[in-house]
């Protein structure tokens, strides 16, 4: 029998420009792909759903062998702060901490920031229009999400610029990255924004304000609060993933939109269909490639016995193209795809995104007004690519209007 050739070793650019050749090679010669770098590799969206609702463990300290627990022991202090977080927690801890979040993270409160988010994306759009041109990740899709969720935090607006540099770094962890030296500046830049959130915790306990971090600070749930480091780490974890994934929803979106100008002038022409076009969107370019599980205990895929303490990727990425669920059009672009609302890219079970509401009213916003407002948009250079694994989308967007 010949081994099937490993689609990501490499992690080439020719990869993380555009993995889903590879994806799509792998869900037809090995769905249930033992990686050489030890860890296992789903790919079809039956196997992806189905290990998400599996009741599997998030948390990286049930590893027990393969790369990935060497990157998360020499992560140290950072790899602790992501293990107190409700992202890599299993239930009970995780009902836990999911309820105190979810008591100030709610539905209501996310739809209650459309009209800020409005005036975000016009005023970013208003600001390309005067200059006939600009690279749309700096100028919309990064700063969007950003504002959102440091004015949600109540984040001080001196604190941004570092925020945002640590945040750069912090994300690397959630790579496939075995580079000694990479790890250890991932590593500085955790111990650097746990000192930073804790002095602004500090801040708010002694004047505190109308915002999500008062609100987490003072959040009770049948008389538990959350410890100081708890707080730490969701509150890292809220900043993150509040607005990293969003950059990649809203500028890998705009992307898909100006090579299917076919869609594009169908939106234009139906506003109507913005909220199916932001599902097709995050179905057909997930803005988060991959979510992993931990067995505990044997795990069977078809016919295929996965070990306990072993390191799970769900590629989400892949399930999203996967023919067998979508049809043949999988790799299409159907701003109308009826089903659309069925993509993995917020994940399953348990933990799925608890950011998926304000994610979508932030994509909403952004292409229903950015479309509207023009429509001559158009490439206006190379895309470039971020060169991530996992968090992938456009750095660079240069586009004209």
Not at 39 to 50: I, P, T
Not at 126 to 142: N, P, Q, S
Not at 262 to 277: C, D, E, I, Y
Not at 280 to 307: H, K, M
Request: glycine share 8%.
């Amino acid at each position: 029998m010949t081994e099937t050739p490993d689609p990501i070793a490499a992690l080439g650019a020719d990869f993380t420009d555009d993995p889903y050749p590879a994806y799509g090679f792998l869900r037809a010669a090995d769905p249930v792909h033992e990686s050489a770098a030890g860890f296992w590799l789903l790919s079809s969206y039956r196997d992806v759903s189905a290990v998400l609702r599996a009741g599997l463990s998030s948390n990286p300290r049930n590893v027990t062998h393969g790369a990935v627990l060497g990157q998360y022991e020499r992560l140290g202090g950072t790899g602790a702060m992501f293990a107190r977080t409700m992202l890599e927690h299993d239930a009970p801890d995780h009902t836990r901490l999911r309820s105190l979040v979810t008591k100030v993270f709610t539905r209501r409160a996310v739809a209650a920031l459309e009209t800020r988010v409005t005036e975000l994306v016009d005023a970013a759009l208003d600001r390309v229009a005067d200059a006939g041109r600009a690279d749309l990740v700096d100028a919309l899709a990064f700063p969007l999400p950003f504002a959102v969720i440091s004015e949600m935090l109540g984040l001080p607006p001196d604190s941004s610029d570092r925020v945002r540099e640590l945040s750069g770094l912090l994300v690397r962890s959630q790579e496939p990255v075995f580079d000694p030296a990479v790890l250890d500046s991932v590593a500085r830049a955790g111990d650097a924004m746990v000192a930073l959130v804790r002095e602004l915790i500090a801040a708010k306990r002694r004047d505190p304000g109308d915002d999500l971090l008062t609100a987490l600070i003072a959040a009770e749930q049948d008389g538990a609060r959350l410890t100081d480091d708890e707080l730490v780490a969701q509150v890292v974890l809220l900043y993150i993933a509040g607005h990293e994934t969003t950059v990649n929803l809203i500028a890998g979106g705009t992307v898909a939109l100006l090579r299917n100008p076919g869609q594009l002038a169908a939106l234009r022409a139906n506003p109507g269909l913005t909220g199916n076009a932001v599902e097709e969107l995050l179905r057909y370019d997930s803005p988060v490639q991959q979510t992993r599980r931990i067995t505990t205990a044997p795990y069977t895929v078809r016919g295929r016995e996965i070990p306990p303490g072993t390191f799970v990727i769900a590629c989400v990425g892949s399930a999203n193209r996967d023919e067998e669920f979508w049809g043949p059009d999988a790799d299409q672009l159907r701003l109308d795809r009826p089903d659309a609302r069925r993509h993995v890219s917020f994940g399953a079970g348990p933990h799925h995104c608890l950011g998926a509401a304000l994610a979508r009213l932030e994509g909403r916003v952004a292409f229903e007004r950015l479309v509207r407002r023009f429509p001559r948009l158009e490439f206006d250079g190379d895309v470039v690519w971020n060169g991530r694994v996992n968090l992938r989308g456009p750095a660079e967007l240069p586009v004209r209007v």
